[in-house]
């Protein structure tokens, strides 16, 4: 069986040198799922009204194990130690189910039973919180995502994307069971100066992009995408003590947002639907041209 591990938001995969090996691994790992349906509650009626999205609600991670001493090995109590300093450090982590299947969490509870700490065994109770709902599948264990990069795209053009255009590579692909959306943007200045982004999943509306979701960015003056720029948009990002959805920033300073998100359509983000496997997307700059490179996972509910 894969040993389950704990591994930091920018680990380099399953095989990091610091992610948190579960020795053995926890006996039960319980992840809550809630779905977002809701039926309105309106008195004096028979037939109620009911919200109705496909999507659901993360809560937590519910684990229960025991750590044994291991010849040549940590102790019992080291590997007790050694997890709870990683659930309770900042930032947000990976929770690796198989050597290519993770989940983000953030650290939540540890509850050791101290009955047995004097027996061969270390018992303990743990959850993690779950920002999202999905299980997302990298290509080889790796971390390593599937990609779409785009031609490069003319200033104030809507583009339709998707494996058959012209100088693209990839195609918008999800062989899972679940939306997959997509977690980080990155978009690429060619010439010019870009004031304005606009991505949408699906196929565009005449001279606009089009889609369930849509995302719109403006930046101007120090925040425009200038030449040799590079704009990133991700879904979960960790910063100053906080994680952030769809925090957006310039080249390597994530300190600072550059920019604005100033209209956002639709549930969480921009997603490939489930067991897909050329979806069209559409985006327009505005200000300038550039190649816009897209960064998303197989993604399922459950694993």
């Not at 889609?211 to 990002?237: A, F, K, Q, R």
Request: glycine share 10%; hydrophobic share 35%.
């Amino acid at each position: 069986m894969t040993t389950f591990k704990l591994a930091d938001f920018d680990s380099a995969g399953y095989d990091d040198a610091n992610n948190f090996s579960f020795d053995p691994n926890p006996n039960i790992v319980q992840p809550q799922i809630m779905t977002t349906k809701k039926i309105i509650d309106v008195p004096y009626r028979s037939v109620l009204p009911v919200i109705d999205f496909g999507t659901g609600q993360a809560i937590q991670l519910f684990l229960q194990g025991e750590f044994y001493d291991t010849s040549g090995g940590d102790d019992r109590f080291t590997k007790a130690q050694k997890l709870t300093g990683k659930l309770l450090e900042s930032g947000l982590k990976k929770f690796y189910i198989t050597n290519r299947t993770w989940t983000f969490v953030f650290g939540g509870l540890f509850r050791p039973s101290h009955l047995n700490t004097q027996k061969s065994t270390f018992s303990y109770q743990a959850s993690l919180f779950m920002p999202m709902p999905f299980w997302w599948t990298d290509t080889d264990g790796s971390g390593s995502s599937r990609t779409y990069i785009s031609p490069t795209l003319s200033n104030g053009v809507a583009t339709d994307l998707n494996s058959s255009t012209s100088g693209a590579t990839g195609a918008f692909t999800n062989n899972g069971y679940a939306p997959s959306i997509v977690f980080h943007i990155a978009v690429e200045n060619v010439s010019g100066t870009i004031t304005k982004v606009e991505i949408g999943d699906k196929e565009k509306d005449g001279t606009s992009v089009d889609g369930d979701n849509i995302i719109v960015w403006e930046g101007t003056g120090t925040d425009s995408i200038g030449s040799g720029e590079t704009l990133h948009l991700y879904l979960l990002y960790p910063i100053t003590h906080s994680i952030k959805k769809w925090y957006y920033f310039k080249g390597t300073d994530d300190d600072v947002a550059s920019g604005n998100i100033t209209s956002f359509t639709g549930v969480d983000g921009v997603r490939i639907k489930s067991n897909t496997t050329n979806q069209t997307f559409s985006a327009k700059l505005t200000g300038g041209t550039g190649k816009i490179t897209f960064y998303f996972y197989d993604s399922n509910w459950v694993r």
